[in-house]
């Protein structure tokens, strides 16, 4: 079966920091993108950032850019995203998922979804 276990989420102030991790399993990580989508109270779910490791290619939103650092570690199956300078506007479920071939920031291409991890970030 697939898997995807998202972590790390919790309540940080506005200017720190968090790194989530998404540990895979049940497919083929060196032939997928992982990427990482989030949803505020309220709101549609948006795509953060992704990673492939099918074709090396990343993808950042333009509302993380230069704060969010995505990476991947091959061996563990495990995607990781580093969050600085946090802001309360980063509020929201994160939410890990997987898709064949490279990254792409539409989450209607992405077939499997983890549980999300909660990221509350406080004025």
């Known amino acids: 079966d697939v898997q995807l276990q998202a972590s790390g989420g919790g309540l940080v102030q506005a200017g720190g920091s968090l790194r989530l991790s998404c540990a895979a399993s049940g497919f083929t990580f060196d032939d997928y993108a992982i990427g990482w989508f989030r949803q505020a109270p309220g709101k549609e779910r948006e795509g953060v950032s992704c990673?492939?490791?099918?074709?090396?290619?990343?993808y950042y939103a333009d509302s993380v850019k230069g704060r969010f650092t995505i990476s991947s570690d091959n061996a563990k199956n495990t995607v990781y995203l580093q969050m600085n300078s946090l802001k309360p506007e980063d509020t929201a479920v994160y939410y890990c998922?997987?898709?064949?071939?490279?990254?792409?920031?539409?989450?209607?291409?992405?077939?499997?979804w983890g549980q999300g991890t909660l990221v509350t970030v406080s004025s």
């Open positions: 990673i492939s490791s099918s074709d090396g290619s990343i």
């Open positions: 998922a997987s898709r064949p071939g490279g990254a792409l920031a539409s989450k209607a291409s992405y077939n499997y």
